[in-house]
């Protein structure tokens, strides 16, 4: 009988073959969505995609990458930003 706590959809069943030969059923946790940029949508990259409790236990530099914006924008629309940031310095400025 399966206990009470894998019944729901929350855990992935994998088949797992035991070094007897035999076929057991393995729960795993699911792994949340892709995180993706708040400019386009697109998936982010080199952000760390697992279970919360493992994550957390992740220093700050493996989580995301180390640049402004980085976990939130992508590259492209990082650098779009960041040129629009210094165009609007350069005319209060000039």
Not at 66 to 74: A, D, H, Q, S
Request: proline share 7%; aromatic share 6%; charged share 30%.
């Amino acid at each position: 009988m399966v206990a009470p706590r894998f019944r729901s959809r929350r855990f992935r069943r994998s088949n797992v073959r035991t070094p007897g030969g035999s076929l057991v059923v393995h729960y795993d946790r699911r792994k949340p969505g892709r995180p993706q940029c708040s400019d386009c949508g697109e998936y982010l990259k080199g952000v760390v995609r697992g279970i919360p409790s493992i994550v957390r236990k992740l220093s700050k530099t493996q989580k995301r990458p180390e640049r402004p914006y980085g976990g939130t924008l992508c590259s492209s629309c990082m650098r779009k930003v960041i040129i629009e940031k210094t165009r609007k310095l350069v005319v209060q400025d000039g």
